[in-house]
């Protein structure tokens, strides 16, 4: 099944009405796009720049349920969180994996009074630290929630002697160190499209196509525009599902109704590339109180450490990018846990912004916030015809699931129509049947080499792919193929599969949301020059369009990740 942009979006225009019109590819948006299309539902989903390009993909990495949400009483969401993480690392598998999280704690008794007024007041008031007796109420009540029948270990509490034996670098002033589970998501962006994916196999009538942006309404529906060629055209439906974000107004205005549903806040963080930091972390995600209240987290993945993250209000007209204050915060924040470890500019290898679709909260600080989400519902006339909308307010990355089949159930109901089947514990994407230790993936590996691809090469595959790794490999076996120059982790006929299957509109989403070559600093002059070979013909660019992909991709690299692409000089050959 041949699922590129432009075979999409022809797709659309050759059938211009669906029973829903989800507008929104952020992880919420597929999600319910994948639910539907399970229930049989006509349904088709445009989004206006790339999947996951929004709040989605500017996460902190984490799938958690939330143990701070717990001082704001929202016992509900995070019961959801904790049922949704632990079902995420079964049936993702692949992306979502178990994250030891460590609290360094500095004080005994701090912040039992200041507790129950943030409680009942959702306020910060003056600052004091939490102690031991606080966080350890706080983790023995996370447990309750999120024991799993016993999979989950529960918390742990040491001592100095035995944290800085583990952790040498902390401050030297620790009183105790604090363990606890979580989950994280190391490519969210692959994740979305293994969710969208699985929509569109499981009901070949579903559509979705990125680059299309809902621009405004005609007599009887949405007037859509193709964003890579301009294009315009109506699209009708009986329900239209508003899966926008922190963009949720702007999208009601331009479909012809005023809302004041949505009140964002910016989230920024740094990628560093600093070995001695890493080996610090030994292993385990930092996760502490900053000394102005902000809960924020310095977190090794792989060969690099993700620090983040801000919580600010923001203009969200304007583009979401990490400010020279707030990398001076992250390093501030650093040195608060790691005294010794100096980290400057030249660590950075990537940074990223992103607005979380918060409800209005007027007075309310950000922090405190809620991250629930809650689901409003309008009638609107157009052109003679009744169609209901459906607006999505906040929602998190770890209760997707939930939410979307919330946000189905919700539209199914507009229908009159009812649900078949669940998603719940429904294997995602290459998540069926992925190897469940070192040993299984190893074994899996070994048994998936096949002339042409090595070890290293199918371990790559594996760990961007999950599972369906072995039906990428099968496509690459049938054409010719070349390893890039500048990276052993792309092939010339990998970027082919891209192109026909994950719908690639522009150079810059192979290097940010196929790969993580992005993140981790891995951009290079002669990687651009070999990518944009690579996907010119396959895209129909000519050597002026070439040149724009690579300015493009070097532009949104610079204003929007804070990277300046390495010269091919500094390549080691």
Same mark, same amino acid.
């Given at each position: 099944m041949t699922t590129s942009t432009r075979a999409m979006v022809q797709k659309l225009r050759d059938n211009p009405r669906a029973s829903v019109l989800i507008i929104g590819g952020g992880i919420n948006g597929v999600g319910t796009f994948r639910d539907l299309a399970l229930q049989g539902i006509d349904v088709a989903l445009v989004e206006r720049g790339?999947?996951?390009?929004?709040?989605?993909? &500017?996460?902190?990495?984490?799938?958690?349920?939330?143990?701070?949400?717990? =001082?704001?009483?929202?016992?509900? *969401?995070?019961?959801?969180?904790v049922i949704e993480r632990n079902a995420l690392m079964k049936i993702a598998p692949h992306y979502v994996k178990p994250l030891q999280t460590t609290i360094p704690i500095y004080t005994t008794f701090s912040g039992i009074l200041s507790a129950p007024m943030r409680f009942l007041t959702h306020k910060q008031g003056k600052q004091v630290e939490r102690g031991a007796v606080l966080i350890k109420a706080?983790?023995?009540?996370?447990?309750?929630?999120?024991? /799993?029948?016993?999979?989950?270990?529960?918390?742990?509490?040491?001592?100095?002697?035995?944290? *800085?034996?583990?952790?040498?670098?902390?401050?030297?002033? !620790?009183?105790?160190?604090?363990?606890?589970? /979580?989950?994280?998501?190391?490519?969210?962006?692959?994740l979305t499209l293994d969710v969208l994916r699985d929509g569109q196999l499981a009901n070949p009538a579903a559509r979705a196509a990125?680059?299309?942006s809902a621009i405004g309404r005609t007599e009887d529906g949405v007037l859509l525009r193709d964003e890579l060629t301009g294009e315009t055209f109506g699209f009708q439906a009986d329900v239209v599902v508003n899966a926008t974000g922190a963009w949720t107004d702007g999208t009601n205005a331009v479909l012809g109704t005023e809302t004041l549903f949505m009140g964002g806040t910016k989230g920024s963080h740094i990628v560093l590339d600093h070995p001695e930091l890493l080996k610090a972390c030994n292993g385990t995600e930092i996760f502490f109180e900053h000394v102005d209240g902000r809960i924020v987290l310095i977190y090794p993945?792989? /060969?690099?450490?993700l620090v983040g993250t801000t919580d600010i209000d923001v203009d969200i007209n304007e583009q979401a990018v990490c400010t020279d204050e707030e990398i001076d915060y992250f390093f501030e924040l650093i040195g608060h846990v790691f005294p010794d470890i100096k980290v400057s500019q030249d660590h950075i290898v990537y940074s990223f912004s992103g607005v979380r679709p918060l409800p209005r909260h007027d007075d309310t600080q950000p922090g405190f916030v809620s991250r629930d989400y809650r689901i409003e519902k309008r009638e609107e006339q157009l052109g003679g015809r009744s169609v209901t909308t459906?607006?999505?307010?906040?929602?998190?990355?770890?209760?997707?699931? &939930?939410?979307?089949?919330?946000?189905a159930d919700d539209?199914?109901?507009? *229908?009159?129509?009812?649900?078949?089947?669940?998603?719940?514990?429904?294997?995602?994407?290459?998540?069926?049947?992925?190897?469940?230790? =070192? &040993?299984?993936?190893?074994?899996?590996?070994?048994?998936?080499?096949?002339?042409?691809?090595?070890?290293?090469?199918?371990?790559?595959?594996?760990?961007?792919?999950?599972?369906?790794?072995? /039906?990428? !490999?099968?496509?690459?076996?049938?054409?010719?193929?070349? !390893?890039?120059?500048?990276?052993k982790e792309v092939s010339t006929r990998e970027c082919a599969y891209m192109v026909e299957h994950e719908q690639v509109g522009h150079l810059i989403d192979v290097l940010i949301r196929r790969t993580s070559l992005?993140?981790?600093? *891995?951009?290079?002059?002669k990687l651009l020059a070999e990518l944009a070979e690579t996907l010119a013909p396959l895209l129909g660019w000519d050597a002026a369009k070439s040149a724009a992909e690579i300015e493009l991709a070097e532009k949104v690299l610079a204003e929007a990740h804070r990277v300046h692409v390495r010269s091919t000089k500094s390549l080691v050959q």
């Open positions: 790339d999947y996951c390009q929004g709040a989605s993909g &500017a996460s902190s990495h984490m799938i958690h349920g939330g143990i701070r949400y717990l =001082e704001n009483g929202e016992f509900r *969401l995070v019961r959801e969180s706080g983790l023995t009540m996370y447990d309750f929630f999120s024991r /799993d029948g016993g999979n989950v270990p529960r918390h742990s509490f040491v001592g100095r002697k035995k944290a *800085l034996a583990a952790m040498p670098e902390l401050r030297k002033d !620790i009183k105790y160190a604090a363990t606890y589970f /979580d989950a994280s998501v190391h490519n969210p962006e692959r990125n680059y299309v993945m792989g /060969d690099r450490v459906l607006s999505l307010v906040g929602g998190k990355w770890t209760t997707f699931r &939930a939410l979307s089949e919330h946000l539209t199914l109901a507009a *229908l009159g129509a009812t649900r078949k089947t669940s998603t719940a514990g429904v294997a995602i994407g290459g998540g069926k049947d992925f190897p469940t230790d =070192e &040993a299984a993936e190893q074994e899996w590996i070994r048994k998936t080499v096949r002339p042409g691809f090595d070890e290293a090469r199918v371990r790559v595959l594996l760990t961007r792919y999950g599972t369906r790794a072995k /039906d990428v !490999i099968q496509y690459l076996t049938e054409g010719p193929d070349r !390893i890039f120059i500048s990276t992005a993140f981790r600093g *891995l951009v290079s002059e």
